[in-house]
């Protein structure tokens, strides 16, 4: 949570078709601005979710990644430019979310994440995006942030398919991660292996960073369900995620 307290005349005129809805106003407005977003991952899918949260005008974005931008990045990864190629992925996503929007402070961290530093990443954030593209880094997201009580906003995309959940760990009964998938399964996926539809990314993406923006203005969630969606049928599917009573992460101890 940042310390703004009112929105100045160019932040009214930027966010105004948002302040014109019912469901944010201007104290849903301010509350964005007020609140710091984590992204974990600033690829296919991290991409259309920084570029849509500084464009709302969530006030504080953390991007957390490793990796350089490469010249087969940019069929998907559209924060970034060609004449970034071979810079950090942090850096040049910075670079073009500030130019976008000049009002929100951006903290790059270029780092390989450790679920070591898991703690201090998360320290202060309102909302943390998965964007990453591998098991390990899920599971360890999901343990960190049910950890610290915030809500997860998890996707994932491969070919022609996406899925999209929050975990609401301000929800003492939400599901976790670990309620999906058990960290023990061994499946892993990767689209440089699968490929994976540009637009797709997008897709799941766009629908990530709107689960944010309603977690942090307390509207409801994903929280629950699983959303599928199959884009080469154009069909969506919701499911029912329950707690799993012997999640290792999420459920209660026996007594």
């Known amino acids: 949570m940042t310390t703004k307290t009112e929105l100045n005349d160019a932040e009214l005129s930027r966010y105004s078709r948002q302040i014109l809805l019912s469901e944010v ?4 407005q301010l509350k964005l601005a007020q609140s710091h977003a984590v992204i974990f991952g600033l690829g296919g899918l991290g991409s259309p979710v920084a570029l849509y949260l500084a464009a709302a005008g969530v006030g504080k974005l953390t991007l957390v990644d490793f990796d350089s931008v490469d010249d087969s990045n940019l069929q998907r990864q559209i924060v970034h430019r060609e004449a970034n190629i071979g810079q950090a992925k942090v850096e040049s996503a910075r670079q073009n979310l500030q130019a976008l929007n000049r009002h929100i402070e951006i903290v790059a961290v270029n780092a390989k994440m450790e679920e070591t530093a898991l703690p ?3 320290k202060n954030a309102d909302v943390v995006l ?3 593209d591998n098991f390990a880094s899920r599971f360890a997201l999901n343990r960190a942030c049910h950890a610290a009580k915030i809500p997860l906003v998890s996707g994932a995309a491969i070919r022609w398919e996406g899925q ?4 609401d760990f301000r929800d003492a009964n939400s599901p976790c991660y670990q309620c999906l998938y058990k960290e ?5 996926l990767t689209c440089s292996q699968n490929g994976v539809l540009a637009p797709v990314v997008g897709m799941i993406g766009s629908m990530q960073a ?3 923006v309603k977690a942090l203005l307390g509207k409801p969630t994903l929280s629950g369900k699983l959303m599928i969606v199959d884009a080469y049928t154009m069909h969506i599917r919701t499911l029912n995620l329950k707690k799993d009573p012997h999640c290792k992460v999420c459920s209660e101890p026996s007594a």
């Open 25 to 28: 106003d201007y104290a849903g």
């Open 120 to 122: 201090g990443l998360l």
């Open 130 to 132: 998965d964007c990453t």
């Open 164 to 167: 999209l959940t929050t975990y």
């Open 184 to 188: 023990e399964s061994g499946m892993e």
């Open 210 to 212: 709107i689960e944010a």
